[in-house]
Structure formats: structure tokens, C-alpha cells
């Protein structure tokens, strides 16, 4: 067990100026505070706390965040008060142990929704004073290497909870030192067989490679020396259990193919000494094509900056070697801590250091994102990023997570890029804007003034920044469709009644009412009036006096507003409920004479499926979201548009006899578009006007008997 004074010893070596004093005072305290409090492990309660400030020193942490650790459970688990460590140690010391606490009273277990604000809290902790998360990770360290104490439930769940959150935000932080060892620990706990058995064969495989190990390093050293290129270090080591075990379980291999089993690592002092130890290392050794990482010239989102190669020596034996400069190395290693060490520097010029962009990017979400569940899957996308690099025409590094789109690279250089963003060229060749970026992809974005996005875009994009804006330019748009709704709905009320619009409805009366029903602006009220949270009538009674109202049945208006409000979607009745919004649903776009089902969608109204399209039938919904709805028999007969791809075979006049088809019909084509592959036309995309189901059903059977049309679907909208 470690003693107090050689924590402070440790701390005066690497910090003379350190405020011991406060360390000691913080000590003490804490002693008193957890004195018969006792642990798992039988120890004195003490101990915890030490330990953790000891990791702490080792991190050369700065004298407030060493006593934050000293005293972070005294206000979770002894009855002293935050205002007593104010009062003891200053609103600074009392801030970090504040955010500890807060933090640890989170458990990531619990539903979706919970886990999501739990989330947000600590990232704000965590925004608020970076020391706070350093506090908290020391902590969970020595939790985790006293976990066998603990009693087996509660032994799995901190070891899944370190897992999931706690080492990935370590990573994201750059600390993979304190990385590694948690997934080597929750590895252990949570699996413990395999755990077992996958140590034993390393073990084995370490023994049968030792000397061959020292023969590569000793050479590596030698090549180094005769080229005069001067290294700080060398070492050889095998990779951990745990990246092991996923790589195993990942790409389904044996122990055998993992060519990075051992990595030799070497230290240099300039990053030109870098790339010349690389070019050694290649000339002594075959590299494995494909396997030349260069995180110098393009760092990890986290920082991370290295050389990896991997090489088969003479003799078959395959194995990783990195290269970095000393700081690189240190940043690889800690990470951010690297950066709050006891110089007391506080930000400042680090500003622009990977993890503070991501920081300050976390903050920006938390203000943009309100659904929590968009909100934790941003996250989740940030936390285990795995990277592709691509390029601007200009040769502007881009990474991106894997599965990008051209729409996410877009949208990283600038949201109006993102959202005039109409086609792309990777490589010098158009392609879809669905396409996948791949390492090395030199990406050009084909915009178009006016353009916006798609709904569709929703499902290509992966990038949190792509999928926040697109989003929001959909809410925005579907907000004042709900304004002019909620107001056509209000007026509508109001004309029942017979009432005037034009006073009833000025701003004075509107905000006035707005205001009563607790929401800021008239706009705000309309828009949930339109998305069926607000009934027009709750307005209308705190508009006029009840007295005053006598209905006066006005049969044509209602039905010509609803006419003016939703398009074609007038056509369709929600049973005992007309005032709600309907939309047709764009999967499958149904039309009258089709059998339709209604789901009641999240503040977006009624959406209208056809009762066999996909999405109703794969159960995307709960059956006490589905509402019957017909179609309205009362409404005129106009057309519907609807989409047709066709695929054909080119030939000559083609065109000519699909439109002379249609027009056969009686149909009118409000556009038509004929795509290419290879310079051979081969689909055509059309819109139609339609007026039921029979009459699409003539359409789709004339197409069909025309010669070189392979195939003929319905489209989304
Ligand atoms: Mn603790």
C-alpha cells in the first residue's frame, strides 16, 4: 500500500511549486471523513482514495485535481456537504469533486431514453472542467483492479459499463495507456473463460518469439546506427489480450494471422527521422502491401500520430513496427493529460488539440440535438470511430467514419456545400451520392444553388454533422408546413363559429393566448396546433368568452380548407378525428382505390401507408400507433403523382413509343428522365398523373407490352 508521503514526494519531483499543503489538508480531511468506513477488499476505506490520487501523480496531474481525487467520494459516501469542501478547499477543488460526484451517481445501465441524459450530464461535467473526467477515469481504474472484490453482479455491470463508456472515452481523449488497461480488466471479468484460454495461447506464442523478437530489435537498432539516424528507443512487445480477442472475433481468423501478434516500436526525436527509419525498416524488410499506415501526415481524430508498417522478416516471420517522435509518443500514451499537467497553463494555445475541437463539438450537440435517441447515437458514432481518409480536390485531408457518404463529406467542408449538394465525383467518375467512401477517395461535390436536401439523405449519411443538419432543414421545412396548418386549422374554428379572423387572429389577441398556454411565440402555438398537440378549439375557448360561441354549421369552408392544407392528402379521413395532419407516406405512396392503414407518427401527424408496403409489414410500428383511415369519398377526383423506373433496353425511338402509350391512356407525364450507363440508355424515371389505383394499373400493363421495356416499378415520391 502506498503512503501518503510518497505521493507527495512523487508530486515535489515533478512539480516543486505544488501547493503541498492543500494535498496534505485534503488527506486528512478525507481520512477523517471515510474513518470506519471499510471496502470489499477488507481495507480501510482510505485506500481508494489515495490510490486514486496516486494515478493521478502519475499522470503529473496539478495539486487541485490530486486533492479532487483525494476527496472525491466524501460528498457521495460520508455525510459532508459541497459547501463544506468550498468552505475546506476553495470553489475549485470543490468544482472537480461536484462533477466527480455527479458523475458517479450516473448508471448507464437504464433505458435508452435515461441512458441518453445521463450521457449529457456528464459530458457537460465533463465540457465544464476537463479534470473532472481524469478524476473520474483514475477512479474507475482502480475499480476495476479491485473489481474481484465485488460480488458478481455488480462485478459484470461496472466491467460492461467500462466497456462501453468509460474506455472509449478514454480513447477518444487520446489516453490510451488508460485505455488499454480497462479493456484488459473489463475483458477479464466479463469473459473470463476465453479470457483464460486466449492468454495461455499468447503466452505460448510470446515464449516461442522471444529470441526472434530481441534478434529483429538488435538489427533494427544496428540498420538505425549505420544510417546514422538517431533513436531516443526501441522495443518489442506483443499486442494486448483484448485487441487480440476483437481482431480474432472480428475477422474470424486464427492466432497464426494476426501479422501485428508483436510490434517493435521505435522512438525517434524528429519527425524526418521518422519517415528515414521507415525507409530502413522497408529496405531491410518486404512490407505486407496495403499495410503502410501514415497517421503522421494525416493524425486519428483523437491525435493519435504514428508510422505503422507491417514487414515479414527472412525467416516468415511477420510483425507491426511503429514509429513516432518522443512527443508523439507521450501524446499517444496520455493522451489529453498530457496537456493538464501541474504547468497550470490551462487551455489557451491547445484550443485547436483534437480533443478539445471534439469538446467543443460535444458542447455544440447538446445545445442542437434534443432527442435523446439522436442524441446517443451521434455519440456512438463518435465514440468508436473507425476512420476512412479521404481527400478534397485540393488534397485537403477529410476523415470520416467508415460507411460515409459523399453527402457526409459535403456537409464536413460546409452545411451550404452539404445542402446544394447534388451529385459527386470520386476519382474523376460521377457516382451515386449512396456510394461508400473508401481510403485514398479524392472527393469533388457537384452543387447547385437552391438545391435541398432529401428526406432520403437521412439514411445515407453517417457523420453526426450531416445527419444534425439535414435534419434540421427537415424540421424547419416540416415546422412551417405545422404553422400553416395550425393557422388554416384555427381559422377554420373560428369560421364555424362565425367569429371575425381578421381581429380574432392579430397578433396582440394570438400572443396573448400563445402566452397563456405557456409558449413564447404565436408561431410555436400554430405549429402545434398543426401537429394535432394543440386543439384549435383549447384555443379558441381562450380567445372568446364561451358565451359568445354559437357553431354555425358551415359545411363548404371545411372542406375547402382542408382541400387548400394538405395537397392531395385531403383525399384521405381519419375516422372521429379530421383535424389532424395527413400525409401520404412517401415508401409506398398510396393511391385511391389501394388499401391504406394510418400510423400515428411522433408529432408529425398521421402518416397514410398502403396496407402491403415493407415498412407496415417488417412491423416498423406498434399496433397502438395504427388508426383507421379511409378514403374520403366526399373529395373531387384529382390526379395523384406517381413515380415509375422503368428499365429498358436502348433502342432507337423508345421514347417515343412510351409517351405515345401513355398518352393513349389518357395520362399526363409531368416528367420523364432517361439515364445512362456506359453511354447505353438503360432506366428511365418517370412521374405520372394518376388518378386511382385502376387507371395506374392500365398505365403499368401498356408499358409493360412495349418492346424493349425490361421491367416497370413503382417508385417513392
Ligand atoms: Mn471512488
Redesign the pocket.
Known amino acids: 500500500m502506498i503512503r501518503f508521503e510518497d505521493l507527495l514526494e512523487k508530486v515535489r519531483d515533478y512539480n516543486p511549486d505544488a501547493d503541498l499543503e492543500l494535498l496534505r489538508r485534503a488527506y486528512v480531511f478525507s481520512a477523517l471523513e471515510h474513518k470506519g468506513q471499510v471496502r470489499h477488499s477488507g481495507e480501510p476505506y482510505l485506500v481508494?482514495?489515495l490510490e486514486?490520487a496516486t494515478i493521478l501523480t502519475d499522470m503529473k496531474m496539478d495539486a487541485v485535481t490530486i486533492a479532487a481525487g483525494l476527496l472525491?467520494?466524501v460528498v457521495?459516501?460520508t455525510l459532508t456537504t459541497t459547501e463544506r469542501v468550498v468552505q475546506t478547499f476553495g470553489r475549485e477543488v470543490a468544482h472537480v469533486v461536484e462533477g466527480?460526484t455527479k458523475i458517479?451517481a450516473i448508471t448507464f445501465s437504464s433505458s435508452e431514453e435515461r441512458q441518453a441524459e445521463n450521457f449529457r450530464k456528464m459530458l457537460l461535467a465533463m465540457v465544464d472542467d476537463i479534470r473532472v473526467i481524469l478524476v473520474k477515469l483514475a477512479?474507475r481504474l482502480?475499480?476495476m483492479r479491485t473489481l474481484n472484490f465485488l460480488p458478481e453482479d455488480r462485478r459484470l455491470r461496472i466491467a460492461q459499463e467500462t466497456l462501453d463508456i468509460y474506455a472509449p472515452i478514454a480513447n477518444r481523449l487520446g489516453m490510451a495507456k488508460l485505455k488499454n488497461e480497462l479493456e484488459e480488466l473489463a475483458f477479464r471479468y466479463l469473459e473470463p473463460e476465453a479470457y483464460d484460454v486466449l492468454k495461455a495461447k499468447v503466452e505460448r506464442r510470446r515464449k516461442a518469439s522471444e529470441g526472434v523478437v530481441e534478434d529483429l530489435r538488435r538489427t533494427i537498432v544496428a540498420k538505425l546506427r549505420d544510417a546514422q539516424v538517431p533513436v531516443v528507443e526501441v522495443d518489442g512487445r506483443t499486442k494486448r489480450l483484448f485487441s487480440i480477442h476483437e481482431k480474432l472475433r472480428r475477422q474470424k481468423i486464427d492466432l497464426d494471422r494476426v501479422y501485428d501478434f508483436v510490434a517493435l516500436r521505435i522512438v525517434t526525436r524528429t519527425i524526418k527521422d521518422c519517415y528515414a527509419a521507415l525507409g530502413i525498416i522497408h529496405q531491410t524488410w518486404s512490407p505486407v502491401p496495403g499495410r503502410i499506415k501514415d497517421f503522421i501526415a494525416m493524425p486519428r481524430p483523437n491525435g493519435y500520430q504514428s508510422l505503422h508498417t507491417s514487414v515479414i522478416s527472412e525467416s516468415g516471420f511477420p510483425f507491426e513496427v511503429q514509429i513516432r517522435t518522443e512527443e508523439m509518443h507521450l501524446r499517444a500514451e496520455e493522451g489529453i493529460a498530457a496537456h493538464w499537467k501541474y504547468k497550470e497553463g490551462r487551455v489557451g494555445a491547445e484550443r485547436d488539440e483534437p480533443y478539445f475541437v471534439w469538446l467543443r463539438q460535444l458542447l455544440e450537440w447538446q445545445q442542437e440535438v434534443r432527442d435523446p435517441q439522436e442524441f446517443i447515437q451521434n455519440l456512438k458514432i463518435d465514440l468508436y470511430p473507425e476512420e476512412v481518409y479521404t481527400f478534397t480536390p485540393k488534397g485537403q485531408v477529410k476523415p470520416l467514419p467508415r460507411g460515409a457518404t459523399p453527402v457526409d463529406f459535403a456537409y464536413s467542408i460546409h452545411t451550404d456545400v452539404g445542402n446544394q449538394c447534388v451529385g459527386a465525383r470520386v476519382n474523376g467518375r460521377m457516382v451515386p451520392l449512396r456510394t461508400h467512401l473508401k481510403n485514398g477517395d479524392i472527393v469533388e461535390i457537384v452543387t447547385q444553388a437552391k438545391h435541398k436536401p432529401s428526406r432520403d439523405w437521412m439514411s445515407i449519411v453517417v457523420t453526426s454533422r450531416a445527419r444534425n443538419k439535414v435534419k434540421q432543414y427537415l424540421e424547419g421545412e416540416e415546422k412551417d408546413r405545422a404553422v400553416e396548418l395550425g393557422r388554416r386549422l384555427l381559422e377554420k374554428e373560428l369560421r364555424r363559429f362565425g367569429l371575425n379572423t381578421r381581429t380574432l387572429m392579430s397578433d396582440p389577441e394570438l400572443q396573448r393566448v400563445a402566452a397563456e398556454s405557456g409558449m413564447q411565440k404565436i408561431e410555436e402555438m400554430l405549429a402545434a396546433i398543426g401537429f394535432g398537440k394543440l386543439q384549435a378549439r383549447h384555443v379558441l375557448d381562450k380567445l372568446v368568452p364561451n358565451e359568445e360561441l354559437k357553431e354555425r354549421p358551415t359545411k363548404g369552408v371545411v372542406s375547402a380548407v382542408r382541400r387548400a392544407l394538405a395537397g392531395d392528402n385531403e383525399k384521405i379521413k381519419v375516422r372521429g378525428a379530421d383535424d389532424l395532419l395527413v400525409v401520404r407516406a412517401r415508401c409506398c405512396n398510396p393511391i385511391r382505390g389501394e388499401k391504406i392503414v394510418g400510423y400515428i407518427t411522433r408529432g408529425k401527424g398521421v402518416s397514410v401507408h398502403s396496407v402491403s408496403c415493407p415498412n407496415v409489414t417488417n412491423l416498423l410500428y406498434t399496433a397502438d400507433r395504427r388508426i383507421e383511415v379511409e378514403w374520403d369519398r366526399g373529395a373531387d377526383q384529382g390526379g395523384y403523382t406517381v413515380a415509375l423506373a422503368l428499365v429498358v433496353e436502348d433502342r432507337k425511338g423508345l421514347l417515343a413509343e412510351i409517351s405515345a402509350k401513355i398518352a393513349d391512356v389518357n395520362t399526363n407525364i409531368t416528367n420523364i428522365e432517361a439515364k445512362t450507363h456506359d453511354g447505353h440508355l438503360d432506366r428511365m424515371d418517370m412521374t405520372l398523373e394518376i388518378r386511382d389505383l385502376k387507371h395506374l394499373e392500365k398505365v403499368l400493363k401498356s408499358l409493360r407490352k412495349v418492346s424493349g421495356v425490361l421491367g416497370v416499378e413503382r417508385a417513392p415520391k
Request: no cysteine; proline share 8%.
Open positions: 481508494h482514495p486514486v472525491h467520494d457521495e459516501d466527480v458517479s477512479d482502480h475499480n
